[in-house]
């Protein structure tokens, strides 16, 4: 049980382009996801919480125009980075929260290339 | 043994021996842990949790210690094998139930057969 699916595991896109990136909780109803971006070598830095029927809550330093989070339903929030840039190539990974609130279930992330 | 690279740190193991990765947390209101482990181009995976009630809990081959006097987690995997190459980290909530988790920096394991 909980099963978090992420799509695509990897996206290759040109600078200026917008690429959609998308978190299902497969046999779970999540009422909160989290995104975050890793660098490599480097941990988890959370960029926003999502939660379902309301407005994401970004962290300090990230763009909400940039990083657009949609959580429209129980099993599905989205991140659309907008007019990506070489510089937001990284690896983007979502998580949800299980039942009891206390683990956090992650998706296999996504390989994001700006070029 | 352990050495400290760019930016992960990175504790070199043989198949068999116990690996003890350490993690100093940074909240002392944190009220909740989470140990994930994550390997090359995937998400991070569960391993075991513990209150701040609790100061050891056993899982198979992973045992989990905190010390909350000086704000310290410790992973311990007995018997490591191959597959258990990964980056580890820590992680901390604030209260029992609250959402946001705040992750450690991770450390590197690295089993040789």
């Known amino acids: 049980g909980a099963v978090v699916s992420q799509h695509p595991s990897w996206v290759i896109c040109k600078s200026g382009t917008s690429v959609k990136i998308e978190c299902r909780s497969l046999?779970?109803?999540?009422?909160?996801m989290f995104w975050y971006r890793q660098f490599p070598k480097q941990s988890l830095m959370l960029m926003a919480t999502?939660?379902?029927?309301?407005?994401?809550?970004?962290e300090q330093g990230v763009e909400k125009d940039k990083f657009l989070i949609n959580h429209a339903s129980l099993t599905l929030s989205t991140l659309t980075v907008t007019s990506a840039h070489p510089e937001d190539s990284s690896f983007y990974i979502c998580s949800a929260d299980g039942q009891a609130k206390n683990i956090q279930y992650f998706g296999a992330g996504t390989r994001l290339s700006v070029l | 043994g352990e050495s400290v690279g760019l930016h992960l740190p990175t504790l070199s193991v043989q198949e068999g021996d116990n690996s003890i990765i350490n993690c100093a947390y940074s909240n002392s209101a944190s009220d909740y842990f989470i140990w994930y482990k994550q390997e090359s181009g995937k998400g991070p995976q569960f391993i075991i949790d513990i209150r701040s009630n609790m100061d050891k809990r056993q899982g198979q081959r992973v045992t989990v210690l905190l010390n909350k006097t000086v704000k310290h987690l410790s992973l311990q995997i007995a018997a490591t094998q191959p597959g258990d190459s990964a980056v580890y980290f820590c992680a901390e909530k604030g209260q029992w139930g609250y959402s946001t988790l705040t992750f450690g920096k991770g450390t590197m394991l690295l089993v040789s057969p």
């Open positions: 999502s939660n379902e029927g309301s407005k994401a809550t970004y």
């Open positions: 046999d779970f109803q999540a009422t909160t």
